[in-house]
């Protein structure tokens, strides 16, 4: 009786809520559009555009043509009569042209520009010369002036993208720390790195997991091998697997995805043959399930109650199926250790496990528990990076506060600076 | 199998049968084409939906039936969706003519690059990573299989870190340059006239000072490699109680979605299955 009594009681609060949300849609009455008023016989041909430029799109991969010009002087003015400009379109001086798009009046740019695909549709192949021409187009689509043709010119790739030089000075100040402090790791320098609650927590829980002669279930989450945080859950699935291998402990890590079942694999048989008991190895201990998400949680779910896990790990990239699973795990009565840098899902973690890894803590547990130099290094290098970063703001906030008290500009080029285009 | 679980699976199988039927002949009613199908498909919806609530009480046959058919049909659906759509739909016909024809793709020679380059010879690399992957179904040749992940996870972090550099370090700076004094008129100026912009001042001023102190003492936070004591310890704190409201809010919001998507089920086996709301 009683799972009836749950499920009626839970049924009969969604129908009053469902019934809530059962009022009649309001049919609106058509609204009537005050533009659309009959054309006029006493148009007159607006002025054409002027100063039309045609140039390739900087800073892209290519196949894109930017226009610009000066807007008629009919739009917004003058008799104010265009309405928009339709952009014509052709590989010859002479024509044939063809629409490619248009710019509502008061527009002084358009981009045309296609996918680099051949066989992407309205393609633009790079290296071809181009022709192009305005209309400025009145409200009556048949009164419109065509301005003088310009061209020609060419579409073409970039090497360099001048937009995005903040990401490589900060790439290269990043790449320079990382190897100092590598360099230093490396000569014995002792790097100092903060506990961090739940790392330490892992081996308490497999240590009782062997005690209770229990498995450890380990989630990797939906992320894909080229997520940051599935990377440094391999770091930290090495790590645990090692310690299960040394403690002749079972351990479960279903994979949502096939590529991240492939290293996770890799990554658990290299820490059996770590710990030295190559031999305790098994295939299927690392196993597909399904590429569906709730799919996923559903079979994860049934591992929980069925196999009954002393210890859940949840390490990588998690959306809405956080919560079932660290709930389900709760429930099993599992010890659950939890990271992910999905700031959403970060909360679900924390109220429901045990321990929680917030955001980077899921990176630097990977150094942590390596302690090899390279992730030493890195961590020490993030630390220093982090630094500058309040260093820069702090200097900004200044620069702009001051600058805008004494009403200069100077403040906002700061800024500027900062600022990544394209 | 006990008498019990006998009584109750005869119980689902006739419910089952029952509303299968009596959704066809509603079907049939309103003049749905091929109503037998459309009642076995509602009924199947809601005995799923039904079988997965079910988990609510206790894992149980039923839940573990959903939950298997679901795993399988997601399995191979998502198999089959990749053959069609990645190797048939984009490899296919940038590779070969005759294999386009036969699948009825329409052929995509790529473009020439001069010499005898073409645009599409780039797709090779994944074919070969691909037969690489493949070499792990081998125990003498498997370990070839880790040169391909090896690319893909190399390559893929580094893409990735340069994206994350752009949107959460320089972004981020620049985000933080906030006006922190500028603009207002003084406290004094506030309580003398409560008008809207005099609130909205000190409202965008509040916020803007929560903005840059909460990513600075946040930051601190993060720093590993020094101990969170004094001064630093205080403002590391700070950060996290930042950091734990913010989670907070983002719990209620996201509550909030699920309980619609709960209401979206329940309102599909009142209306669409039970029709008792319309």
């Not at chain 1, 659309?36 to 148009?43: E, F, K, N």
Request: aromatic fraction near 14%; charged fraction near 15%; include cysteine.
């Amino acid at each position: 009786m009683k799972p009836l009594l749950i499920t009626v009681s839970l049924l009969s609060l969604m129908t009053a809520a469902s019934f809530a949300q059962s009022d009649p849609p309001v049919e609106q009455p058509m609204a009537t559009d005050s533009t659309m008023v009959a054309s006029t016989p006493s148009i007159t041909p607006p002025a054409p555009v002027s100063s039309l430029e045609a140039k390739d799109s900087p800073d892209d991969h290519g196949h894109s043509i930017t226009l610009s010009w000066e807007p008629s002087a009919d739009d917004g003015a003058g008799a104010a009569t265009v309405t928009s400009y339709v952009i014509y379109h052709s590989t010859s001086p002479e024509g044939p042209f063809d629409s490619v798009g248009s710019a509502i009046s008061g527009a002084t740019t358009f981009t045309h520009s296609s996918a680099k695909e051949s066989d992407a549709a309205g393609f633009l192949a790079d290296y071809v010369d181009r022709y192009y021409r305005i209309d400025a187009v009145t409200a009556d689509q048949t009164i419109r002036t065509p301005s003088s043709v310009v061209g020609p010119v060419q579409s073409s790739g970039q090497w360099y993208n001048d937009g995005r030089t903040p990401v490589a000075v900060a790439v290269a100040f990043f790449g320079l720390l990382s190897l100092f402090f590598l360099k230093r790791a490396k000569a014995g320098a002792d790097l100092y790195v903060r506990p961090l609650g739940g790392i330490e927590a892992v081996d308490e829980a497999i240590g009782r997991a062997t005690e209770m002669g229990k498995p450890i279930l380990y989630v990797l989450g939906l992320g894909t091998a080229s997520d940051i945080s599935t990377i440094a859950s391999f770091t930290i699935l090495g790590r645990v697997a090692k310690r299960v291998a040394e403690y002749q402990t079972h351990l479960i890590v279903p994979c949502y995805d096939p590529i991240v079942m492939a290293v996770a694999q890799e990554t658990v048989k290299a820490a059996y043959m770590d710990a030295g008991r190559p031999d305790d190895y098994k295939e299927d201990m690392v196993y597909f399930l399904t590429n569906s998400q709730f799919g996923y949680v559903g079979a994860v779910n049934g591992i929980m109650l069925r196999q009954l896990p002393a210890t859940n790990v949840y390490m990588g990239k998690f959306y809405a199926e956080s919560l079932l699973l660290a709930e389900t795990g709760a429930l099993a009565g599992s010890i659950q250790i939890s990271g992910t840098d999905e700031v959403a899902q970060i909360p679900f973690f924390v109220v429901a496990c045990d321990y929680t890894l917030i955001g980077e803590e899921l990176y630097a547990a990977s150094a942590y528990l390596g302690r090899e130099p390279l992730l030493l290094g890195s961590l020490k290098a993030q630390d220093y990076a982090k630094a500058a970063v309040i260093i820069c703001a702090l200097l900004g906030a200044l620069a702009l506060n001051i600058a805008a008290a004494s009403n200069a500009t100077w403040g906002l080029t700061f800024k500027e600076f900062f600022k990544v285009t394209n | 199998m006990s008498r019990l679980a006998i009584i109750v699976t005869i119980c689902v199988v006739v419910l089952f049968l029952g509303s299968w039927i009596f959704k066809a002949l509603q079907a049939q009613d309103a003049g749905v084409d091929h109503y037998l199908l459309r009642g076995f498909l509602v009924t199947c919806s809601a005995f799923l939906t039904l079988a997965i609530l079910s988990f609510l009480y206790k894992d149980n046959p039923i839940y573990k039936f959903a939950e298997h058919l679901y795993v399988g049909i997601s399995a191979g659906y998502w198999m089959s969706q990749g053959f069609w759509s990645t190797i048939v739909g984009n490899l296919i016909p940038r590779l070969s003519q005759s294999l386009s024809g036969f699948f009825k793709q329409p052929y995509n020679a790529g473009e020439w690059m001069g010499g005898f380059f073409y645009t599409n010879w780039v797709f090779y690399v994944p074919v070969i990573f691909g037969v690489l992957l493949l070499m792990r179904l081998s125990s003498k040749y498997g370990w070839i299989s880790r040169w391909a992940l090896a690319f893909i996870v190399g390559t893929t972090a580094g893409l990735q870190f340069i994206r994350y550099m752009r949107s959460d370090f320089i972004e981020q700076i620049s985000s933080t340059f906030v006006p922190l004094l500028v603009d207002w008129q003084g406290i004094g100026h506030f309580f003398s006239n409560l008008s809207l912009s005099a609130t909205g001042q000190l409202v965008a001023m509040v916020s803007n000072w929560i903005i840059f102190l909460g990513v600075l003492c946040g930051l601190i936070y993060f720093f590993f490699s020094k101990e969170h004591t004094g001064l630093f310890g205080k403002a590391s704190r700070f950060g996290i109680w930042i950091l734990m409201v913010t989670f907070g809010a983002s719990f209620g919001y996201t509550v909030m979605g699920r309980v619609s998507l709960l209401v979206g089920r329940i309102t599909f086996l009142f209306r669409d299955w039970l029709g008792i709301t319309s």
